[in-house]
Structure formats: structure tokens, C-alpha cells
């Protein structure tokens, strides 16, 4: 131990002390720090950044598969209540390309509910109904025949049994207007009496079928969303 002086004892103490001060200052990695600064990555990461910007991305053309289900997708309801490449088709077709919230099943629906109201408000002689749901050359139509019947002083007495089937048959645009013709079957039991009541047209305890084909139109351009009754034809 003689070679270990005061001197160098002092100088060792003194170089621990220092050490332990320096740990306590700086402490210990942890694995957190945040990086040493690199002004060439970060400049690259800055132009990354930019470049994301959605005003600065350029879009691709859609690929031909994609184009295609799209058009599928839009097209859906429509090939299934008409034969792709057929003409009622491609007449359903324009007029969704024209009104693209056009659904030939909504319309059916909405179609076979305008029939019986117009059947009904025709029988009963109303003519505030019938204005509302038919063009104003069929309402001329439907209202001189109430007149005639008035005039006779006759009455008709139907009721509405239900509709068996209604079938779109032809589409198409004519300009701006959508027409669209349907085959509707239905069930009455209707009798006309005269001023005796006496029975001189149909029969109050039989049901009748009866088949009409219909065409409904509406200007695609007009926010109207009703459609009108715009000719009418009767099948035996």
C-alpha cells in the first residue's frame, strides 16, 4: 500500500465525486430521447409531409372492373324487372341516367296506388282527386264522362277488390319526360244504376276482372316527385 499516496487517494475520491455528479445531471438512456437533430432528414420528411396534401394527389383512372360494378350497381333493380338489352331495358335505363332516383319498383308500388284512387275517385265523381293524379287532357277525358253520367242522373257503385298483377311494358324519355306504361290487372265489382236505381251496366255481386294499360309521365327536370296519368287504354 505504500505506492498509493495521499495525493493519488485525493485525485481518485475527486474523480468519483465528479462522475456520480455528472450521472445525476444527464441521467440515464432510457430509450425515449428524441433524436439527434439531422437538418438533411428532416428536410425530407417536410417534403414527404407536403406531398401528402390531398391537393397534391393526382387520381388514377378507375380500372375497367371497377367502372363496370359500378354500373352493375346502378342498374341492379332495373335488370331484374326487365331482360338486359331489351327495349323496355334500355328505356328504364335512360330514364335512370335522367333521374338517377329513379326505382321502377317504388314507382310500381306508387303506380298501383294512383290506380285505385283514380278508379275510385272517377266512380264516386271526384274530380278534385282526379286533378291532382292525371294530365289535363285525361282529366278533360275523365271529367266530361262524370259530366254525361250526372246529366243522366246515374251513379256508379264500385268497390275495390285488389290488383292480381301490375307489369311494367314500355320506358322512355321524351325529352326531358319519362314515360312509363303499366299492365295492370285488377278485381272490381262495379254496377252503374240510373235515377230509378235500377241496375243498366254490371253487376253489384260479381267480381270482374279487369286489364288497363296505363302510361305515367313527370319531367325529370321539375322537383315534383309525382307522376301523372297521361293516357289510359282498356283490354278485353
Known amino acids: 500500500m505504500d505506492f498509493l499516496d495521499f495525493g493519488t487517494i485525493f485525485f481518485l475520491v475527486a474523480a468519483v465525486v465528479i ?27 417536410r417534403e414527404r409531409k407536403e406531398s401528402d396534401k390531398p391537393e397534391n394527389v393526382v387520381s388514377l383512372p378507375r380500372r375497367k372492373g371497377a367502372v363496370e360494378a359500378d354500373e352493375k350497381e346502378k342498374y341492379a333493380t332495373i335488370d331484374t324487372v326487365s331482360e338486359p338489352g331489351t327495349h323496355l331495358n334500355k328505356g328504364l335505363r335512360a330514364i ?21 284512387m283514380i278508379v275510385m275517385a272517377y266512380a264516386d265523381g271526384d274530380r278534385r282527386t282526379l286533378k291532382n293524379l292525371l294530365s289535363r287532357e285525361v ?25 292480381e298483377k301490375a307489369v311494367l311494358v314500355g320506358a322512355e324519355m321524351k325529352g326531358s319526360e319519362a314515360h312509363l306504361t303499366l299492365r295492370i290487372v285488377s278485381e272490381l265489382i262495379s254496377a252503374t244504376r240510373d235515377n230509378s236505381g235500377a241496375v243498366i251496366d254490371g253487376d253489384p255481386e260479381t267480381v270482374s276482372e279487369v286489364t288497363d294499360v296505363w302510361t305515367f309521365a313527370r319531367d325529370t327536370r321539375s322537383n315534383d316527385p ?11
Open 19 to 45: 462522475f456520480l455528479q455528472l450521472r445525476n445531471v444527464l441521467g440515464r438512456r432510457t430509450g425515449n430521447e428524441r433524436q439527434p437533430f439531422d437538418p438533411y432528414t428532416a428536410g425530407r420528411t
Open 139 to 163: 282529366y278533360d277525358g275523365f271529367v266530361a264522362a262524370i259530366d254525361d253520367r250526372e246529366k243522366r242522373s246515374e251513379k256508379i257503385e264500385s268497390s275495390f277488390v285488389g290488383i
Open 96 to 116: 335512370k341516367d335522367a333521374d338517377p332516383a329513379f326505382d321502377p319498383v317504388v314507382f310500381t308500388d306508387g303506380a298501383k296506388l294512383a290506380y285505385e
Open 226 to 236: 309525382n307522376w301523372k296519368l297521361v293516357a289510359t287504354e282498356a283490354e278485353e
